[in-house]
Protein backbone atom coordinates (compact mmCIF):
# COMPACT_ATOMS: atom_id res chain seq x y z
CA UNK A 1 0.00 0.00 0.00
CA UNK A 2 2.69 2.54 0.70
CA UNK A 3 3.74 1.56 -2.93
CA UNK A 4 0.15 2.93 -3.92
CA UNK A 5 0.59 6.65 -1.78
CA UNK A 6 4.08 6.61 -3.42
CA UNK A 7 3.06 6.06 -6.87
CA UNK A 8 -0.02 8.78 -5.93
CA UNK A 9 2.94 11.12 -4.35
CA UNK A 10 5.40 11.21 -7.28
CA UNK A 11 2.27 12.14 -9.68
CA UNK A 12 1.24 15.06 -7.63
CA UNK A 13 4.58 16.03 -5.83
CA UNK A 14 5.75 18.82 -8.83
CA UNK A 15 2.32 20.37 -8.59
CA UNK A 16 2.56 20.55 -4.69
CA UNK A 17 6.06 22.83 -4.81
CA UNK A 18 4.50 25.09 -7.47
CA UNK A 19 2.49 26.63 -4.96
CA UNK A 20 2.05 29.34 -1.84
CA UNK A 21 4.12 32.20 -2.84
CA UNK A 22 1.72 34.48 -1.88
CA UNK A 23 -1.66 34.50 -0.09
CA UNK A 24 -4.42 34.02 -3.26
CA UNK A 25 -8.19 33.10 -3.20
CA UNK A 26 -8.89 29.52 -4.14
CA UNK A 27 -12.43 30.21 -4.36
CA UNK A 28 -13.60 29.63 -7.99
CA UNK A 29 -15.29 32.86 -8.95
CA UNK A 30 -17.49 31.01 -12.10
CA UNK A 31 -21.15 30.26 -12.03
CA UNK A 32 -22.38 27.59 -10.28
CA UNK A 33 -23.62 24.86 -12.78
CA UNK A 34 -25.99 22.46 -11.75
CA UNK A 35 -24.60 18.56 -12.30
CA UNK A 36 -27.36 16.42 -13.75
CA UNK A 37 -27.64 13.58 -11.40
CA UNK A 38 -29.49 10.47 -12.91
CA UNK A 39 -32.51 7.72 -12.10
CA UNK A 40 -31.12 6.14 -9.49
CA UNK A 41 -28.53 8.53 -7.35
CA UNK A 42 -29.33 10.74 -4.74
CA UNK A 43 -28.93 14.73 -4.89
CA UNK A 44 -25.48 15.60 -5.18
CA UNK A 45 -23.17 16.70 -2.05
CA UNK A 46 -21.28 19.85 -3.07
CA UNK A 47 -19.00 21.52 -0.41
CA UNK A 48 -19.69 25.33 -0.10
CA UNK A 49 -15.95 26.68 -0.47
CA UNK A 50 -15.66 24.41 -4.04
CA UNK A 51 -19.11 24.74 -6.38
CA UNK A 52 -18.52 23.37 -9.61
CA UNK A 53 -18.31 25.78 -12.62
CA UNK A 54 -18.03 25.02 -16.28
CA UNK A 55 -14.39 26.45 -15.93
CA UNK A 56 -12.72 24.57 -13.11
CA UNK A 57 -15.17 21.21 -14.67
CA UNK A 58 -12.89 22.05 -17.61
CA UNK A 59 -9.53 22.49 -15.75
CA UNK A 60 -9.89 19.45 -13.73
CA UNK A 61 -11.03 17.51 -16.91
CA UNK A 62 -7.98 18.58 -18.34
CA UNK A 63 -5.53 17.96 -15.24
CA UNK A 64 -7.17 14.30 -14.97
CA UNK A 65 -5.71 13.32 -18.77
CA UNK A 66 -2.75 15.30 -18.29
CA UNK A 67 0.42 12.87 -18.20
CA UNK A 68 2.26 16.39 -17.21
CA UNK A 69 1.08 15.49 -14.28
CA UNK A 70 3.37 13.05 -13.35
CA UNK A 71 6.99 13.48 -12.31
CA UNK A 72 8.36 11.90 -15.67
CA UNK A 73 5.00 12.41 -18.03
CA UNK A 74 4.37 9.11 -18.28
CA UNK A 75 1.39 8.68 -16.37
CA UNK A 76 -2.08 11.16 -15.90
CA UNK A 77 -4.98 10.04 -13.57
CA UNK A 78 -7.12 8.26 -16.54
CA UNK A 79 -3.93 5.43 -16.99
CA UNK A 80 -5.35 3.87 -13.86
CA UNK A 81 -9.21 4.86 -14.20
CA UNK A 82 -9.58 5.15 -17.80
CA UNK A 83 -13.24 6.06 -18.91
CA UNK A 84 -12.96 2.52 -21.75
CA UNK A 85 -13.09 0.46 -18.16
CA UNK A 86 -15.54 2.65 -16.28
CA UNK A 87 -12.50 4.13 -14.81
CA UNK A 88 -10.51 1.29 -13.73
CA UNK A 89 -7.37 0.28 -15.44
CA UNK A 90 -8.48 -4.12 -15.61
CA UNK A 91 -5.49 -4.69 -13.42
CA UNK A 92 -5.18 -6.51 -10.56
CA UNK A 93 -3.39 -3.85 -8.86
CA UNK A 94 -2.16 -0.42 -10.48
CA UNK A 95 1.49 -0.09 -12.33
CA UNK A 96 2.98 3.63 -11.22
CA UNK A 97 5.78 5.30 -12.49
CA UNK A 98 8.60 3.55 -13.69
CA UNK A 99 6.63 0.13 -13.70
CA UNK A 100 6.40 0.16 -10.19
CA UNK A 101 3.67 -2.43 -8.95
CA UNK A 102 0.88 -0.96 -6.31
CA UNK A 103 -0.88 -3.21 -4.08
CA UNK A 104 -3.81 -2.28 -4.40
CA UNK A 105 -6.72 -2.44 -6.85
CA UNK A 106 -7.88 0.83 -8.86
CA UNK A 107 -11.70 1.83 -7.69
CA UNK A 108 -13.75 4.09 -10.07
CA UNK A 109 -14.20 7.22 -9.90
CA UNK A 110 -17.40 7.26 -11.06
CA UNK A 111 -19.87 8.34 -8.04
CA UNK A 112 -17.30 8.42 -5.93
CA UNK A 113 -18.42 11.98 -4.98
CA UNK A 114 -20.90 10.67 -2.97
CA UNK A 115 -18.44 8.40 -0.68
CA UNK A 116 -17.98 9.20 3.05
CA UNK A 117 -14.44 7.85 2.89
CA UNK A 118 -11.59 7.82 -0.41
CA UNK A 119 -9.42 5.00 -0.69
CA UNK A 120 -9.97 1.07 0.72
CA UNK A 121 -8.69 2.33 3.78
CA UNK A 122 -10.88 5.37 3.62
CA UNK A 123 -7.74 7.63 4.32
CA UNK A 124 -9.11 10.49 3.12
CA UNK A 125 -12.63 11.66 3.51
CA UNK A 126 -13.36 14.45 0.24
CA UNK A 127 -12.67 13.93 -3.15
CA UNK A 128 -10.05 17.48 -2.57
CA UNK A 129 -8.16 15.41 0.44
CA UNK A 130 -8.06 12.40 -2.04
CA UNK A 131 -6.21 14.69 -4.58
CA UNK A 132 -3.68 16.46 -1.74
CA UNK A 133 -3.21 13.05 0.11
CA UNK A 134 -0.14 12.20 -1.32
CA UNK A 135 0.87 15.43 -0.75
CA UNK A 136 -0.11 16.04 2.86
CA UNK A 137 2.39 12.92 3.97
CA UNK A 138 5.94 14.13 3.79
CA UNK A 139 7.14 10.78 4.57
CA UNK A 140 5.58 9.84 1.29
CA UNK A 141 7.11 12.48 -0.53
CA UNK A 142 10.65 11.17 -0.78
CA UNK A 143 12.41 12.45 -3.44
CA UNK A 144 11.39 16.23 -4.87
CA UNK A 145 11.90 16.61 -8.29
CA UNK A 146 12.32 20.47 -8.49
CA UNK A 147 12.69 20.18 -12.17
CA UNK A 148 9.55 19.67 -12.57
CA UNK A 149 8.32 22.29 -10.32
CA UNK A 150 6.92 24.95 -13.08
CA UNK A 151 5.97 22.46 -15.71
CA UNK A 152 2.05 23.18 -14.94
CA UNK A 153 2.47 26.78 -14.24
CA UNK A 154 4.69 27.34 -17.48
CA UNK A 155 2.03 26.57 -20.00
CA UNK A 156 0.19 29.73 -20.84
CA UNK A 157 -3.03 27.89 -21.80
CA UNK A 158 -2.94 26.32 -18.03
CA UNK A 159 -2.33 29.77 -17.00
CA UNK A 160 -5.03 31.43 -18.64
CA UNK A 161 -7.91 28.30 -17.34
CA UNK A 162 -6.85 28.81 -13.79
CA UNK A 163 -7.45 32.64 -14.13
CA UNK A 164 -10.54 32.07 -16.05
CA UNK A 165 -11.41 29.54 -13.13
CA UNK A 166 -10.12 31.02 -9.90
CA UNK A 167 -9.17 34.73 -10.85
CA UNK A 168 -5.86 34.79 -11.30
CA UNK A 169 -3.18 32.73 -13.29
CA UNK A 170 -2.00 31.07 -9.58
CA UNK A 171 -1.13 28.05 -10.22
CA UNK A 172 -1.07 26.11 -6.79
CA UNK A 173 -2.28 22.79 -5.27
CA UNK A 174 -5.07 23.70 -3.74
CA UNK A 175 -6.26 24.57 -7.10
CA UNK A 176 -5.57 21.96 -9.11
CA UNK A 177 -7.28 19.53 -6.01
CA UNK A 178 -10.82 21.56 -6.49
CA UNK A 179 -10.64 21.31 -10.12
CA UNK A 180 -9.68 17.67 -10.30
CA UNK A 181 -12.99 17.20 -7.78
CA UNK A 182 -15.04 19.47 -9.24
CA UNK A 183 -14.55 16.87 -12.45
CA UNK A 184 -14.55 14.11 -10.41
CA UNK A 185 -18.23 15.30 -8.90
CA UNK A 186 -19.59 15.62 -12.67
CA UNK A 187 -18.36 11.21 -13.15
CA UNK A 188 -21.78 10.25 -12.85
CA UNK A 189 -23.50 6.48 -13.25
CA UNK A 190 -26.65 5.83 -13.27
CA UNK A 191 -29.99 5.09 -15.10
CA UNK A 192 -29.29 1.30 -15.44
CA UNK A 193 -32.05 -1.49 -16.33
CA UNK A 194 -32.23 -2.04 -12.30
CA UNK A 195 -32.93 1.63 -11.81
CA UNK A 196 -35.62 1.58 -14.21
CA UNK A 197 -37.01 -1.22 -12.89
CA UNK A 198 -36.99 0.17 -9.08
CA UNK A 199 -37.12 3.61 -9.58
CA UNK A 200 -38.41 4.52 -12.64
CA UNK A 201 -41.54 2.29 -12.60
CA UNK A 202 -40.44 0.07 -15.34
CA UNK A 203 -41.34 -2.98 -14.30
CA UNK A 204 -39.86 -5.03 -17.92
CA UNK A 205 -36.79 -3.64 -17.05
CA UNK A 206 -35.25 -6.71 -15.18
CA UNK A 207 -35.18 -10.01 -16.95
CA UNK A 208 -36.88 -12.99 -14.84
CA UNK A 209 -33.36 -14.15 -13.97
CA UNK A 210 -32.07 -10.66 -13.03
CA UNK A 211 -35.22 -10.08 -11.21
CA UNK A 212 -34.83 -13.54 -9.24
CA UNK A 213 -31.53 -12.28 -8.97
CA UNK A 214 -32.58 -9.45 -7.10
CA UNK A 215 -34.37 -11.35 -4.87
CA UNK A 216 -31.51 -13.29 -3.54
CA UNK A 217 -29.81 -10.14 -3.18
CA UNK A 218 -31.76 -8.97 -0.97
CA UNK A 219 -32.56 -11.76 1.31
CA UNK A 220 -30.96 -12.04 4.45
CA UNK A 221 -31.08 -15.95 4.69
CA UNK A 222 -29.84 -16.02 0.92
CA UNK A 223 -27.47 -13.94 -0.81
CA UNK A 224 -27.17 -10.95 2.34
CA UNK A 225 -25.66 -8.72 -0.17
CA UNK A 226 -27.68 -5.03 0.35
CA UNK A 227 -26.78 -5.61 4.07
CA UNK A 228 -23.34 -3.82 3.16
CA UNK A 229 -24.41 -2.85 -0.36
CA UNK A 230 -26.90 -0.95 0.36
CA UNK A 231 -30.17 -0.22 -1.98
CA UNK A 232 -32.69 3.07 -0.95
CA UNK A 233 -36.23 3.06 -1.19
CA UNK A 234 -35.30 6.08 -3.58
CA UNK A 235 -32.22 5.24 -4.71
CA UNK A 236 -28.98 2.63 -4.39
CA UNK A 237 -25.21 3.43 -4.15
CA UNK A 238 -24.96 -0.05 -3.70
CA UNK A 239 -22.49 0.89 -0.66
CA UNK A 240 -22.61 1.38 3.15
CA UNK A 241 -19.68 3.63 2.73
CA UNK A 242 -18.22 1.50 5.56
CA UNK A 243 -15.46 -0.81 6.08
CA UNK A 244 -15.79 -4.50 6.68
CA UNK A 245 -13.85 -7.56 6.94
CA UNK A 246 -14.73 -10.44 4.19
CA UNK A 247 -11.55 -12.49 4.56
CA UNK A 248 -10.64 -12.06 1.28
CA UNK A 249 -6.51 -11.60 1.11
CA UNK A 250 -6.21 -13.35 4.27
CA UNK A 251 -3.02 -15.88 4.53
CA UNK A 252 -2.92 -19.26 5.25
CA UNK A 253 -1.55 -18.10 8.97
CA UNK A 254 -4.26 -16.42 9.18
CA UNK A 255 -2.80 -12.49 8.79
CA UNK A 256 -3.27 -9.64 6.00
CA UNK A 257 -0.53 -8.35 3.76
CA UNK A 258 -2.39 -5.34 3.95
CA UNK A 259 -4.27 -4.78 6.78
CA UNK A 260 -6.74 -2.29 5.24
CA UNK A 261 -8.57 0.04 7.54
CA UNK A 262 -6.65 -0.92 10.91
CA UNK A 263 -3.80 0.95 8.77
CA UNK A 264 -5.96 4.17 9.50
CA UNK A 265 -7.59 3.34 12.43
CA UNK A 266 -5.59 0.91 14.75
CA UNK A 267 -8.04 -1.00 16.00
CA UNK A 268 -8.44 -4.84 15.94
CA UNK A 269 -11.55 -5.55 14.81
CA UNK A 270 -10.60 -3.15 11.91
CA UNK A 271 -8.04 -5.62 10.18
CA UNK A 272 -8.73 -6.48 6.58
CA UNK A 273 -11.45 -4.56 6.62
CA UNK A 274 -11.90 -2.60 3.35
CA UNK A 275 -14.41 -0.47 2.23
CA UNK A 276 -18.03 -1.59 1.06
CA UNK A 277 -17.20 -1.03 -3.27
CA UNK A 278 -20.25 0.27 -5.58
CA UNK A 279 -21.80 -2.71 -7.43
CA UNK A 280 -23.12 0.13 -10.53
CA UNK A 281 -21.16 -0.96 -13.60
CA UNK A 282 -19.59 -3.47 -12.05
CA UNK A 283 -19.95 -6.34 -15.25
CA UNK A 284 -17.34 -3.74 -16.68
CA UNK A 285 -14.56 -3.27 -14.12
CA UNK A 286 -12.99 -6.73 -13.53
CA UNK A 287 -11.02 -8.04 -11.67
CA UNK A 288 -12.44 -7.77 -8.29
CA UNK A 289 -11.56 -7.03 -4.54
CA UNK A 290 -8.93 -4.12 -3.46
CA UNK A 291 -6.28 -6.96 -4.51
CA UNK A 292 -7.85 -7.91 -7.67
CA UNK A 293 -7.59 -11.58 -6.26
CA UNK A 294 -11.29 -12.13 -8.04
CA UNK A 295 -11.26 -12.60 -11.85
CA UNK A 296 -15.18 -12.98 -12.34
CA UNK A 297 -18.32 -12.15 -10.87
CA UNK A 298 -19.23 -15.75 -10.89
CA UNK A 299 -16.15 -16.31 -8.19
CA UNK A 300 -17.35 -13.20 -6.22
CA UNK A 301 -20.58 -15.29 -5.80
CA UNK A 302 -19.28 -18.78 -4.76
CA UNK A 303 -16.63 -16.63 -2.89
CA UNK A 304 -19.59 -15.82 -0.26
CA UNK A 305 -21.52 -18.69 -0.78
CA UNK A 306 -18.30 -20.07 1.04
CA UNK A 307 -18.95 -17.40 3.73
CA UNK A 308 -15.70 -15.10 2.29
CA UNK A 309 -12.52 -16.67 3.68
CA UNK A 310 -11.75 -17.41 7.65
CA UNK A 311 -10.51 -14.64 9.12
CA UNK A 312 -10.47 -13.56 13.02
CA UNK A 313 -12.42 -10.81 12.23
CA UNK A 314 -15.50 -11.62 9.72
CA UNK A 315 -17.62 -9.36 9.84
CA UNK A 316 -21.07 -11.11 11.41
CA UNK A 317 -22.65 -10.02 8.04
CA UNK A 318 -20.55 -12.65 6.26
CA UNK A 319 -23.49 -15.53 7.49
CA UNK A 320 -23.98 -18.83 6.30
CA UNK A 321 -26.01 -18.04 3.28
CA UNK A 322 -27.82 -20.62 0.95
CA UNK A 323 -26.95 -20.18 -2.33
CA UNK A 324 -28.52 -22.86 -4.64
CA UNK A 325 -26.61 -23.08 -8.54
CA UNK A 326 -29.70 -21.60 -9.99
CA UNK A 327 -29.94 -18.82 -7.06
CA UNK A 328 -26.05 -17.75 -8.35
CA UNK A 329 -26.62 -17.58 -11.86
CA UNK A 330 -29.49 -15.85 -11.38
CA UNK A 331 -27.08 -13.16 -8.96
CA UNK A 332 -24.72 -12.92 -11.74
CA UNK A 333 -27.80 -11.61 -14.08
CA UNK A 334 -28.60 -9.29 -11.54
CA UNK A 335 -25.02 -7.61 -10.77
CA UNK A 336 -25.30 -7.36 -15.07
CA UNK A 337 -28.10 -5.00 -14.62
CA UNK A 338 -26.07 -2.71 -12.56
CA UNK A 339 -24.38 -0.86 -15.55
CA UNK A 340 -25.64 2.53 -16.35
CA UNK A 341 -25.19 5.15 -18.06
CA UNK A 342 -22.23 7.05 -17.36
CA UNK A 343 -22.06 11.26 -17.63
CA UNK A 344 -21.33 12.64 -21.38
CA UNK A 345 -18.30 15.01 -21.02
CA UNK A 346 -16.24 12.88 -19.14
CA UNK A 347 -13.61 11.54 -21.79
CA UNK A 348 -10.29 13.34 -23.01
CA UNK A 349 -10.98 16.90 -23.71
CA UNK A 350 -10.03 18.33 -27.22
CA UNK A 351 -6.80 19.83 -27.36
C1 LIG B 1 -0.87 4.37 -10.82
C2 LIG B 1 -2.32 4.26 -10.90
C3 LIG B 1 -3.13 5.44 -10.41
C4 LIG B 1 -3.05 6.76 -10.79
C5 LIG B 1 -2.07 7.37 -11.77
C6 LIG B 1 -4.11 7.45 -10.09
N1 LIG B 1 -4.83 6.58 -9.32
FE1 LIG B 1 -6.48 7.00 -8.25
N2 LIG B 1 -6.37 5.20 -7.38
C7 LIG B 1 -5.49 4.18 -7.74
C8 LIG B 1 -5.57 3.10 -6.77
C9 LIG B 1 -4.78 1.81 -6.80
C10 LIG B 1 -6.51 3.53 -5.81
C11 LIG B 1 -6.89 2.77 -4.53
C12 LIG B 1 -5.74 2.99 -3.57
C13 LIG B 1 -6.06 2.68 -2.14
O1 LIG B 1 -7.22 2.52 -1.80
O2 LIG B 1 -5.13 2.62 -1.35
C14 LIG B 1 -7.01 4.83 -6.24
C15 LIG B 1 -8.03 5.55 -5.59
C16 LIG B 1 -8.59 6.70 -6.10
C17 LIG B 1 -9.82 7.32 -5.62
C18 LIG B 1 -10.70 6.79 -4.49
C19 LIG B 1 -11.91 6.07 -5.02
C20 LIG B 1 -12.61 5.23 -3.97
O3 LIG B 1 -13.63 4.59 -4.29
O4 LIG B 1 -12.16 5.16 -2.83
C21 LIG B 1 -10.02 8.44 -6.37
C22 LIG B 1 -11.18 9.41 -6.25
C23 LIG B 1 -8.92 8.55 -7.29
N3 LIG B 1 -8.09 7.46 -7.12
C24 LIG B 1 -8.70 9.60 -8.17
C25 LIG B 1 -7.49 9.79 -8.83
C26 LIG B 1 -7.06 11.05 -9.43
C27 LIG B 1 -7.86 12.33 -9.43
C28 LIG B 1 -5.82 10.83 -9.97
C29 LIG B 1 -4.90 11.84 -10.67
C30 LIG B 1 -4.47 12.96 -9.85
C31 LIG B 1 -5.49 9.44 -9.72
N4 LIG B 1 -6.51 8.86 -9.01
C32 LIG B 1 -4.35 8.82 -10.18
C33 LIG B 1 -4.66 4.19 -8.83
C34 LIG B 1 -4.25 5.35 -9.47
C1 LIG C 1 -20.27 -7.77 5.26
C2 LIG C 1 -20.54 -6.83 4.20
C3 LIG C 1 -20.72 -7.39 2.80
C4 LIG C 1 -21.64 -8.34 2.35
C5 LIG C 1 -22.69 -9.05 3.16
C6 LIG C 1 -21.42 -8.45 0.95
N1 LIG C 1 -20.38 -7.64 0.55
FE1 LIG C 1 -19.59 -7.53 -1.30
N2 LIG C 1 -18.05 -6.43 -0.59
C7 LIG C 1 -17.91 -6.00 0.70
C8 LIG C 1 -16.59 -5.46 0.89
C9 LIG C 1 -16.04 -4.86 2.17
C10 LIG C 1 -15.91 -5.63 -0.33
C11 LIG C 1 -14.43 -5.32 -0.60
C12 LIG C 1 -13.62 -6.46 0.03
C13 LIG C 1 -12.15 -6.43 -0.29
O1 LIG C 1 -11.78 -5.92 -1.35
O2 LIG C 1 -11.37 -6.93 0.49
C14 LIG C 1 -16.87 -6.23 -1.25
C15 LIG C 1 -16.62 -6.51 -2.59
C16 LIG C 1 -17.56 -6.97 -3.49
C17 LIG C 1 -17.39 -7.05 -4.91
C18 LIG C 1 -16.15 -6.57 -5.68
C19 LIG C 1 -16.33 -5.12 -6.08
C20 LIG C 1 -15.12 -4.50 -6.72
O3 LIG C 1 -15.25 -3.40 -7.29
O4 LIG C 1 -14.03 -5.07 -6.65
C21 LIG C 1 -18.53 -7.57 -5.44
C22 LIG C 1 -18.83 -7.82 -6.90
C23 LIG C 1 -19.42 -7.85 -4.33
N3 LIG C 1 -18.79 -7.45 -3.16
C24 LIG C 1 -20.69 -8.39 -4.44
C25 LIG C 1 -21.41 -8.87 -3.34
C26 LIG C 1 -22.54 -9.75 -3.44
C27 LIG C 1 -23.13 -10.27 -4.74
C28 LIG C 1 -22.93 -10.02 -2.16
C29 LIG C 1 -24.01 -10.96 -1.71
C30 LIG C 1 -23.84 -12.36 -2.11
C31 LIG C 1 -22.06 -9.28 -1.27
N4 LIG C 1 -21.15 -8.60 -2.03
C32 LIG C 1 -22.16 -9.29 0.12
C33 LIG C 1 -18.88 -6.07 1.68
C34 LIG C 1 -19.92 -6.99 1.66
Avoid at 49 to 77: K, M, Q
Amino acid sequence: MRRAILIAATLLLPIALTGCKRKVSNKPIGKTVQIHVPLGLPALPIPADNPPTAETIALGRRLFYDTHVSVDNTLSCASCHDPKAYFTDGKNVSTGVRGSLGTRNAPTILNAAYLPFQFWDGRAITLEQQAAFPIANPVEMSQPHAADVSKLGDDPQYRSMFKSAFGTDDVNIERVEEALASFERTALTGNSAFDRYQYGGDKTALTPAQLRGFMVYLDPTRGNCASCHSVGAHDALFTDGEFHNTGQGVNDSGSFSDVGRFHETKIATDTGAFKTPTLRNIAGTAPYMHDGGLKTLKAVVDFYAGQGNSSPYLDPEMKKIHLTGQDRTDLVEFLQSLTGDVAPNLGPPDK
